[in-house]
C-alpha cells in the first residue's frame, strides 16, 4: 500500500519563503507530484520528482530525497495569490494511479 | 490540443435521487481516465478509474458507479444519493507528466 504525509496548515507572510514537507511510504517508486489546489477549483500541476535532489521552477522549487521517502516544495516570494493547498502524490507500481496526501493548506498574511 | 470537460460545476439534489455527471476528453485517444471526490478540507479520494471502454475498476465500496460507454466519456453515477455523497467531484486523465483535471462539479445533497 501507499501512504503519503503532510501538516495539515501552515501559516507565512508575504514576501517569505515557506517549505512544505511531504513524506510517502510505498512498495515501489514512480515519482512524486506536487498539485497546488485553490478553494473551490481543481488541481493544477506543479512538479513530477523523480531523481533525487532539487528542481527549480520560478518562485517553485521541489526536492526530493528517495532514500528517505521525503519531498518538500520550496515556494519563495511568497504572494497572497500562492494561498491554496498543496498536495504531494505518488502514482502505484503500474503507474496508472495516483494516490495523494490530504494537502497542505497554505495561508499567505499580509 | 488536449482538453477535459467536466459538467455541471454545481448541483444540488435531494437525497434519494439520482445522480448523473458526464466527463470528456479531447485531443487524445484511449486515455486512463479517473473520478476524484474531495470532501470539504479533505484531501482526493479515486473512486472509480478505467483503462478503456467498459473497463471500470472500483476503489472504494460506495453506493456509486461509473460507466464508460465511449474511449473519451466517462460517466459517474448514482441510482439514489445520500447525504455522505456531498462533495467536490473531480474527473483526470493520466499523461506522462501527471494528471490534468477537470473543472470538478460541487455536488450538495440535501
Known amino acids: 500500500g501507499q501512504n503519503i504525509d503532510q501538516p495539515t496548515e501552515m501559516t507565512a507572510t508575504e514576501g517569505a519563503i515557506v517549505q512544505i514537507n511531504c513524506t510517502y511510504q510505498t512498495s515501489g517508486f514512480n515519482g512524486l507530484f506536487w498539485y497546488q489546489q485553490h478553494a473551490g477549483e481543481a488541481p493544477t500541476f506543479l512538479s513530477y520528482?523523480?531523481?533525487?535532489g532539487l528542481e527549480e521552477k520560478g518562485r517553485f522549487s521541489s526536492f526530493l530525497s528517495r532514500s528517505k521517502g521525503y519531498s518538500y516544495l520550496l515556494l519563495k516570494e511568497l504572494q497572497m495569490k500562492d494561498s491554496a493547498s498543496y498536495l504531494c502524490a505518488v502514482p502505484n507500481n503500474a503507474g496508472n494511479m495516483l494516490t495523494f496526501g490530504g494537502g497542505t493548506r497554505l495561508m499567505v498574511k499580509p | 490540443s488536449q482538453t477535459i470537460h467536466q459538467w455541471p460545476a454545481t448541483l444540488v439534489q435531494p437525497v434519494g435521487s439520482p445522480l448523473s455527471l458526464e466527463c470528456t476528453v479531447e485531443g487524445t485517444s484511449n486515455p486512463n481516465l479517473y473520478w476524484y471526490r474531495q470532501a470539504a478540507g479533505r484531501g482526493l479520494q479515486l473512486l472509480f478509474y478505467?483503462?478503456?471502454?467498459?473497463?471500470i475498476s472500483s476503489e472504494v465500496p460506495q453506493n456509486l458507479s461509473a460507466s464508460r460507454p465511449q474511449d473519451r466519456q466517462f460517466i459517474l453515477s448514482s441510482k439514489k444519493l445520500l447525504l455522505s455523497d456531498s462533495g467536490f467531484y473531480l474527473c483526470?486523465?493520466?499523461?506522462?507528466?501527471?494528471?490534468?483535471f477537470g473543472s470538478g462539479t460541487r455536488l450538495t445533497v440535501v
Open positions: 483526470a486523465w493520466s499523461v506522462l507528466d501527471g494528471y490534468t
Open positions: 478505467s483503462v478503456g471502454i467498459g473497463q
Open positions: 520528482n523523480v531523481l533525487d
